[in-house]
């Protein structure tokens, strides 16, 4: 070792199996042999938690001059100068006996009847218990040191320790990380996952994070994984961090806090995006209620190879589907909900359809109102569908029921529907449901539209300044918009919304200067009397009071020349530039005035 | 010469005077009456142009704006909505049938809305006859012009 390293931590040197090794002085003696390559056996030893000795397993001889003493080499404190034997016939012995004891315990667990084999211990002298658990302290200590929950424990004395919870009931403060499972060395403890049916396919396919940490989408820019403040054990107990553990650039900080930063800009992009409207709304198709009725997006993560089946389409009960309903349109062109048409829904629709139709031998049924097949290589999908044998009927389903005891042989729900093409009343036996939501606005755009001065269409999505010529910018100078927070499409249409917008807010940085209309409103300070009546009327915020002059001024680079301002004045104070007072009496005077005599000739 | 009714159109810049102009440019057939000023929006009205329109030799007054929620300036309309209800009282007062007076909405896409609106104001104008107001105009010297 060299000299300035021993300077800071001091060192000891010590002799293990005839071999000196040199570590640092609060060391183990375990910690030394693994520095040398000598492995000694342990069951209750984790690096990254505190020593225990608890199973004694790892006993070795420590021998001091003529002093031999039998030590736990997982907590016994490196000293200078000592010898260490790791194997030799006592220690054998005692292993021997140990792994005898909980033999005797836990005859069933593989780990021990593999220890035995080494230390020639076949069968146990002491009975042939099938506990299962050595009481290593492994899974109590993980979940109070690393957890900092301490949910489990152990209770009681000799041969009636245990781990439990206290008074056995069900723990109030367990969390269900899983932690005490994943290091129990013998498989005692089992996590029961109740997300899922006793055939495992999850009861629910959530669309949000599933772990604590998590990186949020594969598309994500910058993609980092991000920690949820509300499930993280080490935000919320001080315990775990074992994420920070494994990551070798250390980049995880768990100090980091939410924070307002306030950034200067010239040009915003609002693409806040679109949520679906709630599926418990619609009580007759039974989401919700009825097993196996999805949401698009549910079914669309049973789709996904890293979703909770791994891409198998499955029932509740495990079963494959015999047939498959998707109905289009719920919530989307509805008189009672909204008029518009959602625009991505047919074409994902038949996507699905496409795929039920690669992974099982499902019938698939779309009940449709219109095929909207709008973009580049749709319809041809749309027909590639048609020769796959998915079945359309033109209708939209009127309800979702279970199917009779009697009806069963098809399917164990029932949607009942218009086939308007054939003019009948239909009920159609399926197993599954998928419901296309409709696109709504966020929640929150009102308030986004506020903040940034933008208005609404009808539909409640963001207004654009003009449908075709100018369909990313919005009536507010500098502020566009993109995707579907202006209104349902479907990626290719938000990307190229997207680059347009843009391309305009580089032409402005490109350029430099901004051009603003000469149509703008000003005060005559000489008239102004600061009643300040036109600052909240601007519905721009263009208008701000001087406080020192008492004075309301107009920002130029803000002003948009409605003359809101100019008409409510009460001093006259304001002019609009081109539509003066003055002017627009002249106009009004010129409107009726009575042809001169130069006209009349 | 027989009478026509004259009447001033206040129009705001954005949807109603577009909406004129596509009347227009789409060649359909309304009476020619509506003499057209442009603003650039109906929040822009100042109640005296109504009455300046009147003094000035107006039968009736017609202003239209963008339809409510639509206003290319956010609220403009919904303010002028506040005023056409005192402008009919005011109006009234002085002694003109309030029906001489219209607030209207017609967006850039409606001119045939444009074309039947304008027929039927003057429909309405002809039928109430010209305006006789009393010598002295009342409206005389009460505004300054800034």
């Known amino acids: 070792m060299s000299s300035e390293a021993s300077g800071d931590k001091k060192l000891v040197n010590l002799t293990i199996d005839g071999r000196s090794v040199e570590i640092e002085k609060n060391s183990t003696v375990l910690q030394a042999a693994h520095k040398l390559g000598i492995e000694i056996p342990t069951l209750c030893h984790v690096d990254w938690m505190e020593p225990y000795g608890a199973c004694r397993l790892c006993s070795v001889e420590v021998i001091k001059g003529k002093r031999r003493r039998l030590v736990t080499a997982c907590n016994y404190p490196v000293s200078d100068r000592i010898v260490i034997e790791t194997i030799n016939d006592r220690i054998r012995r005692v292993r021997a006996m140990i792994i005898e004891l909980l033999l005797g315990r836990s005859s069933n667990v593989p780990l021990l009847q593999e220890l035995g084999k080494q230390y020639g211990v076949e069968k146990s002298r002491f009975g042939e218990g099938t506990e299962g658990c050595i009481l290593c302290g492994l899974c109590t200590r993980v979940c109070d040191e690393i957890v900092g929950v301490g949910a489990i424990a152990m209770d009681g004395r000799g041969i009636k320790r245990r781990v439990a919870t206290p008074y056995d009931e069900e723990s109030k403060t367990c969390i269900a990380c899983g932690a005490c499972a994943a290091v129990c060395p013998t498989g005692y403890i089992k996590v029961i996952d109740d997300t899922r049916t006793e055939k495992g396919v999850p009861l629910e396919f959530p669309t949000g994070p599933t772990t604590s940490i998590y990186v949020k989408t594969l598309q994500s820019v910058p993609k980092v994984p991000v920690i949820d403040v509300e499930s993280c054990i080490k935000m919320q107990t001080g315990g775990c961090g074992v994420c920070a553990t494994y990551c070798e650039p250390g980049a995880i900080n768990y100090n980091q806090k939410p924070e307002e930063i306030e950034v200067d800009v010239g040009q915003i992009l609002i693409s806040t995006g679109f949520q679906t409207i709630d599926l418990k709304k619609f009580a007759q198709y039974g989401y919700g209620r009825l097993d196996n009725v999805y949401s698009a997006l549910e079914f669309e993560r049973m789709l996904n190879a890293t979703g909770p089946t791994g891409s198998q389409v499955v029932l509740k009960n495990g079963q494959e589907p015999r047939a498959v309903g998707i109905i289009h349109c719920i919530g989307s062109r509805d008189e009672n909900h909204h008029r518009y048409c959602s625009r991505v829904c047919c074409m994902y629709a038949l996507k699905m359809a496409h795929l039920i139709k690669d992974r099982t031998k499902a019938a698939v049924y779309q009940f449709y109102i219109d095929m909207r097949a709008f973009g580049k290589g749709y319809e041809e999908f749309y027909h590639r569908l048609l020769d796959e044998g998915v079945t359309m009927i033109r209708g939209k389903a009127a309800e979702v029921v279970e199917a009779g005891w009697g009806q069963r042989d098809e399917g164990v729900l029932l949607i009942r529907a218009e086939d308007t093409l054939i003019g009948k009343f239909r009920e159609i036996p399926v197993d599954m449901v998928v419901l296309c939501a409709a696109m709504e606005p966020q929640h929150d755009a009102d308030e986004v539209g506020r903040l940034f001065s933008i208005s609404r269409s009808p539909d409640g999505f963001f207004l654009e300044r003009h449908p075709k010529l100018d369909p990313t910018s919005t009536m507010t100078d500098g502020i566009y918009l993109a995707g579907a927070c202006q209104s349902p499409k479907d990626i290719p249409d938000s990307v190229a919304q997207a680059q347009g917008a843009a391309a305009r807010i580089l032409q402005l940085i490109s350029r430099g200067y901004v051009e603003v209309d000469p149509i703008r409103a000003e005060v005559v300070e000489e008239l102004c009397g600061g009643c300040r009546m036109c600052n909240n009327l601007c519905p721009y915020g263009a208008i701000e009071f001087v406080l020192d002059k008492k004075i309301s001024r107009v920002n130029d680079a803000l002003c948009k020349g409605c003359g809101t301002c100019v008409a409510a004045c009460p001093a006259g104070a304001i002019t609009g530039k081109g539509f003066t007072n003055a002017q627009i009496m002249a106009e009004i005077d010129g409107l009726f005035a009575k042809p001169t005599q130069g006209a009349k000739a | ?146």
Request: charged residues 20%; proline residues 5%; glycine residues 8%.
């Open chain 2, 1 to 146: 010469m027989s009478w026509e009714p004259k009447i001033a159109g206040f129009l705001c810049n954005w949807c109603s005077y577009t909406g004129a102009d596509l009347a227009g440019t789409s060649r359909l057939h309304y009476p020619p009456n509506i003499r057209v000023i442009r603003m650039m929006c109906t929040g822009r009205m100042d109640p005296v142009f109504v009455f300046k329109a009147f003094q000035a030799g107006a039968d009736g007054v017609i202003v239209s704006g963008c339809h409510p929620g639509d206003c290319h300036y956010q609220e403009g309309n919904f303010k002028m909505l506040r005023r056409a209800h005192l402008i009919k009282r005011v109006l009234a007062d002085l002694g003109i049938h309030p029906d001489r007076f219209r607030l209207t909405w017609v967006s850039a896409s409606e001119g045939d809305r444009w074309a039947r609106f304008s027929a039927d104001f003057t429909q309405t104008i002809r039928t109430l006859g010209p305006l006789k107001l009393t010598s002295d105009s009342i409206l005389e010297g009460t505004y300054n012009a800034a």
